[in-house]
């Protein structure tokens, strides 16, 4: 191993099995997680002088002047002072109990004192008071980094730390694949010095900067090298489609694609026909039609012989599809089914046996789909619809469903456009960007609860023309009968108000899929006119007939659930409507009135909530960088890129460079 930054910490001085488990429990195990732990923050003291503030922190040197004077009060607790000659002007000190330090404290001692500024009476509140003579220097008196830490390690333990890892590295090198002098960053030993130990806050923010750009360099550059891993030519992977394939099905349709349809289907077309897999993401805001993209494309790859799947999160959702497919292809000569938990064991055991013997050529499901048993023919192409409502293993065992296969993601929470460009490597992206022709923009409004009776007339004129629509109330985690409690009085509330004879159904989550799926079915026939439930209906629902969206407590709502619910509105020609119920001034409701764009929306959510709320960590595999903004770096982002690019490029170690992120070779 020739990266010293990767020893352990347990060969530091003063890591002991104790402190090792605890750093260990914070992610730290060797001398590169420690530094890269940087300070979050630095806390400047000023020197004492005639200009400070009320409130200011300070520190300063001074010799005592007088004896210390005690005055106790309360039980037992005390408050003591003293008149300190500085350099700058006398300045009386105060600090409260701490007795033992009185025996110190001599007339015509020459002491340090850490404290806060009071203007009013030209004192300072002592937090700590030190003897002058101890082997630092002001420099590090009037300075102090805190780090994030766990209970069990203290600021002061972690300093002691961070200066054995120096001790340890001393004058070695520590490897930098950043070159010397690029851009004006410094060697990175450097850097970690100065934000471990910085002079002053400005050279602290200068180091953090550009620690900023590693972080970010080294994220590109596993990027890169994860990449180069998955760009191995492999004939296995390639689908030699036939375009008269295509088109035949797009001609078979009875509504023509838009522009922004017959784009991203040639470009999937491209990309499944290369030699390499396919790991592509298909984003489109709500409505745009990405279902008949997606079915086009497994027409092509089901008529070249192969066969393919697309996975739903709901029930409800799995069962629109296989509905809608069954429609794309009822003259057309494939063969389709279903598989969800619903699914009886007769059927189910029946079709496993037709899948394993390549007699079904598209298979749409839930879940079901990745259990054990489930085993393909010759599955080539995998599509996983609202791909943000799956986890990482779950797509991974959808993928390995077959020998080779390409993946197509589709999702309606788009990645906002300035982190797809710049973050995203190994995923390809084909957007969707219009709506199908004749779309009218939903019509949102905010009203309060009191208005209801007023929405109500509104959604009457609605059901008079045929239309039909929603009613979400808000979901309580912990509380189901509250849930439908809610959704019970909004029942009550809209029958008693409408005519007999509009019907008026109750869908949430506590029901069986059966049930579920009855009453969905019904709303699509249009035998119920409003549906009223909580989010079950999020995602994916299609019924072009519905023309109103009522969302009760819209403020409990997040953007991008809010976006998804307005979505099951829109979705034919027909003006709709979606009006949140909110009392009081909230920002998110006044955004959606404002804006129908799902990208804006997304852009606008990512910078209220950050990236980690906004991906959900964990899952989306979206990195935590501690100096580094998402948002904010984006220029730094594209010179980390391409210096990752060109580092990847002429390198003949990738062991190296593995070691250099600290990545075990078996790891990655
Ligand atoms: P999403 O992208 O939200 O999944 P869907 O695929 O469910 O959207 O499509 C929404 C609706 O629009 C469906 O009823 C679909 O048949 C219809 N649709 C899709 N493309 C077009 C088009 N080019 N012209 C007209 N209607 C379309
Ligand atoms: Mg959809």
Redesign the pocket.
Known sequence: MDNILLTNITSLKGVGPKTASILNSMDIYNIRDVLFNIPYKVVMSAQFSSNLNQGDRVVTSGIIENRVVTQFYENKKSRSYFSLQTPNGSVKIIFFNQMYLKKHLIEGKEVVVKGIYNSSNNTITANSISNASKDTNSNDDSIEVSYHLKQGVTQKKYRELVENCFNYIKDKNIINFVPENFKGIWPLKKILYTLHFPENSVSFDKAKKMFAFHELFDYQLKLQLQSISSKVEDKDYQILLDKSDIDYFISS?A????NS?KDVIEEIFQDLSLPYSMNRLLQ???????????AALIYGVVKRGYQSAIMAPTEILAN?HFD?FFEFFRDLDVSLALLTSSTPKKERTKILELLKAGEIDILIGTHSLIQGDVEFNDLKFVIT?EQHRFGVNQRKTFLEKGKKVNSLM?T?TPIPRSLAITLITDIKVST?NEL????KKVQTYKATSKQLKSVLDNITLELEKNRQGYVVCPLIEESEKIDLKNVEEMYEKITSHLDDKYKVAILHGKMSNKEKDYIVEQFIKGEIHILISTTVIEV?V?V?NATFMLIVDANRFGLATLHQLR?RVG??SYQSYCVLICDGKNERVDIMCLENDGFKIAEFDLKQRGPGDFFGTKQSGIPSFKAANLLNDTELMYLAKKLAYKIVEVTDNKEKLLSYLGIEKNNF
């Open positions: 349709l509504f023509d694609l838009t349809q489109g805001d709500v409505g745009c039609g990405k279902t008949v993209v997606a629109q809608t619809d589709m309606a969707i199908p022709h004749g779309r994916g299609n072009p979505g979705r034919s």
